[in-house]
């Protein structure tokens, strides 16, 4: 017998899982999400955060173009709370990205995407920061910025008022059968390692570039190409609207301003294994240079960190490398074509196109279990209680909100001065048990993600540990050097220059003011160490300790 039962166990916990679980409960179906790490804790998490207007893909890809044509458009209406509607340029700065230009306007005619080009003139005049070697530029309104984070805790909101269940931290690490159909899955806890077996009627698959791997835990097949991308974050935002280069998508061909900060992106190099993405020192140089080309003070602003994330580009048998496969997406029915019930797996695509694919493979779910309800996903907001609340939009008009009883405008305090992440955002988040660590309360609401890197609200956050969840100051310690070392893992990509500099200020407030590294030298447990070089963030930062 299994310790629980729902409906449909949908395994992932990015934003095509998060859209199927809501898709899910809006239609009835009992349904339970499982994650083994956090939410957007994956590929969605590590996006660039553009939401496509299609524009990219509209020569080489043009059904991928229109679906991010209509999926963009739905966003707009249902998911505000994630977006920064910045609208976009793509730019020609060589002859050959002028070449391409006469291709480029017909894809967008026929994808439906609105297009116009403008005189160098009035593009100067909106973004001063335009390179002097832009030779063309076009508008696309439909261009903007998709926060990930809120896009994915959305849709888990929404579903969970609707009585959907989710479990982060738990990963899948085998199935129940009877016969040749799927009952269940078999999971454990990734901190306490307890095994926990959940009954279902049937089971989706939205692991993206993990997908091969749970699909093999019942001997079937999903050729998934795990296609690594390369990002470095800057310390600003250099335009105001998402920037493109308008020739064949190539590296480092996008900036996409994402509230205090500007995102360079990206690479495409395959990878043997979705959790190995090694980060190169070419790499990081090259996002800059091609950056540089389509605005100024790229290589002049501080880069203050690098990350990579990974496609899950669908495998079709072809030998094409990563940039040449398609974007688009494809839901296998595992009864049709391996004869394995209960078992659907929804693989590609990409975040824009993310509720499209949720709603495809819900429908074949629905469908098998005799459900008719039809999918409502695209007239829903998913902040469905108050549509008209916009966090993005609206945070930093909260800041200065009247303090009734002194009748003049009092400037709250708050946790993190970067992302302007004032207590009542965070202090909800502390009550969640899925909240497991202040990397989780990141992803949550931004607190660490801006130019200084949690240089000073890790201690804040810290500080909310002990007083919210009662946590000694050994434990709360502990949590602040955990999160200051995945702070870390990216800002070593670019230490160099002001970064460098910035690197001795958290270095200096960290070990000498707050006596960090004595206090973990007190615990019986070594300190945190990096992910690749196995140096911690107190031995590492020796070389930049202020004498």
Sequence with gaps: ???????????????????????????????????????????????????????????????????????????????????????????????????????????????????????????????????????????????????????????????????????????????????????????????????????????????????????????????????????????????HAAINRCHKPGDGDIVVPGLSVAILGTTARRVPHPEVLPIEWDEVRLMLEEGAMMLDGVTAARAMRAYAGVRPLYDLGAEAEGREMSRNFAVIDHEERDGVAGFTSIVGGKVTTYRLMAERVTHVVARKLGVTTPCSTADVP????????????????????????????????????????????????????????????RRRTRAGMGPCQAAVCSYRLAGRLVTARHQDGAMATRAMADFLETRWRGVRHVFWGSQLRQAQVTTGLHLELFNLDRQLMLENRPPPVGEDHGVGLAEAAQATRPR
């Design 1 to 239: 017998m299994p310790d629980f039962t729902t409906g449909v166990v949908v395994i992932g916990g990015g934003s095509t899982g998060a859209g199927a679980l809501r898709d899910l409960a809006m239609r009835g179906i009992d349904a339970m999400l499982i994650e083994k790490g956090d939410l957007a804790s994956g590929t969605t998490g590590r996006s660039h955060g553009l939401l496509h207007s299609g524009g990219r893909y509209c020569v080489n890809d043009l059904a991928a173009a229109i679906e991010c044509v209509e999926e963009g458009r739905i966003l707009r209406r249902i998911a505000r709370t994630a977006i920064e509607d910045t609208g976009g340029y793509f730019l020609s700065v060589t002859e050959e990205d002028e070449a391409w230009e006469p291709r480029f306007v017909e894809g967008c005619a026929k994808a439906g995407i609105t297009c116009e080009r403008i005189s160098l003139d009035e593009a100067r005049r909106r973004e001063p920061a335009l390179s002097k070697q832009v030779r063309t530029a076009f508008w696309l309104p439909e261009d903007g910025h998709l926060d990930p984070f809120y896009l994915v805790m959305g849709n888990v909101e929404s579903a969970r008022r609707r009585g959907a269940q989710v479990r982060t931290y738990t990963e899948v690490t085998g199935f129940t059968r009877e016969g040749d159909r799927v009952t269940g899955v078999i999971t454990r806890d990734a901190v306490t390692g307890e095994q926990t077996s959940i009954g279902c009627q049937a089971v989706i698959n939205a692991t993206g570039a993990w997908s091969g791997f749970v699909a093999k835990l019942l001997d079937v097949e999903v050729k998934v190409v795990p296609v690594k991308g390369v990002m470095v974050v800057l310390s600003h935002r250099l335009a």
């Design 382 to 441: 998913l902040n469905d209680r108050d549509d008209e609340l916009d966090q993005l939009r609206h945070r930093p008009a909260q800041m200065g909100a009247p303090k009734p009883h002194l009748g003049e405008d009092y400037l709250k305090p708050l946790v993190c001065e970067c992302e302007l992440v004032r207590p009542e955002d965070a202090d909800p988040w502390l009550e969640d048990p899925a909240v497991r660590g202040l990397e989780d309360m």
